[in-house]
């Protein structure tokens, strides 16, 4: 009995991590897999559920494999209501060609159907979530519980077996969710620190080195765009007048301004340090980029940077450009030549802006 047991747990605790290995891992959801989240997690927990009544079928009369409630619920955890239904059903009739035929086998099945059609109705309302999931395992395991001792009365010994279902039942849910909970805070960390290498702390933006693996992205396809490099005039005067505190929110202001430009633009923008950005401007040759350049040196000049209970500031900026692959055949080359145009760029008080182009 007890290698039963333990087999069924371990079959059970198995599967249960092995399906929600890849969501808690945050693999990139497109309209496609979003949509078909509910139904492939309903298939992958109903099989489980079916495999787990095989296991189970020597045990006495098909007691134990009631817990089969507990894939259903994690299968609502993490797909929803339909999600549900889907495995529920699964299981449920799956239960009837594995297992053995008896009044109290076929009491715990038709039971154990009903109660995913309440469950499948009731969540479609009230969200199944990390907290909630509790209150419906207690109610599912009273009520299978009740259902239960009916049908053991007509077992010799049965209410032993039903306190053991109700321990082991316990047991595996709560030792399953610890084991998933750590499992996703741990990876949940592992993302965080990941996801912070990649970004400027201040602006959320990418850094320079998510700039630098985009433009050989871009250098290998060997398509045709333009880099500019966006830095604050007198941006130390700025601080020294205002302050850092009203600095950073001058630099934060401005990412978010550059980030929406961004976003409406197909564009690319990271922030390389202090005061400048760069703006990686795809399918866009030099008169082009020097076209959105002057709009946006203009655009931001007009833009009023505010900090609460103070008065608006008005910024400018220069950017220096240059453009593959007239301006070199790889992003190093591209970068320094940038850079000299910035530096030129700073010196032109007329426009604001200078291409590599240009540079003698």
């Known amino acids: 009995m007890f290698i039963e047991i333990l087999s069924y747990f371990c079959i059970l605790f198995t599967f249960t991590l092995l399906i929600y290995w890849p969501f808690i891992n945050y693999f990139k959801i497109t309209p496609f897999i979003n949509r078909s989240i509910p139904y492939v997690t309903g298939i992958k927990f109903g099989v ?131 084991v998933i909970h750590h499992v996703k805070r741990t990876n949940d960390t592992v993302q965080e620190t990941t996801y912070l290498r990649k970004i400027d702390y201040l602006t959320q933006l990418p850094n320079t080195a998510e700039l630098e693996k985009c433009l050989q992205q871009l250098v290998k396809k060997n398509g045709v765009f333009s880099l500019l490099l966006v830095d604050i005039r ?29 976003a409406k633009n197909d564009a690319f923008v990271a922030r390389l340090g202090g005061e400048e950005f760069a703006i990686i401007l795809r399918d866009i040759p030099p008169a082009l980029a020097i076209f959105e350049a002057d709009n946006l040196i203009k655009t931001i000049a007009q833009q009023p940077f505010n900090e609460i209970g103070k008065e608006e500031i008005y910024i400018s900026v220069t950017i220096g450009l240059s453009s593959y692959p007239d301006n070199g055949p790889n992003s190093h080359s591209m970068i320094e030549n940038l850079i000299r145009a910035s530096q030129h760029a700073k010196s032109n008080l007329t426009s604001g802006y200078f291409h590599a182009n240009n540079l003698k």
């Open 48 to 178: 489980t559920g079916l495999i787990l009544t095989y296991s189970a079928i020597h045990l006495v009369d098909g007691v134990l494999v009631n817990s089969q409630f507990i894939s259903v619920l994690f299968s609502g955890l993490l797909g929803g209501p339909f999600a549900i239904l889907i495995s529920g059903l699964i299981i449920g009739i799956g239960r009837f060609f594995l297992s053995e035929i008896s009044m109290a086998s076929t009491i715990f099945n038709y039971n154990f159907i009903l109660l995913v059609l309440v469950l499948f109705l009731i969540t479609r309302r009230y969200a199944m979530t990390a907290k909630t999931v509790f209150i419906y395992f207690w109610l599912c395991l009273i009520e299978t519980i009740l259902i239960s001792f009916i049908g053991l009365c007509f077992i010799s010994k049965g209410f032993g077996f039903l306190l053991l279902y109700g321990l082991f039942t316990i047991f595996a849910f709560y030792f399953i969710f610890i």
């Open 234 to 262: 007198d941006f130390k005067m700025i601080n020294s007048r205002y302050g850092f505190s009203t600095g950073d929110l001058i630099i934060k202001q401005l990412a978010f301004q550059l980030k929406e430009y961004a």
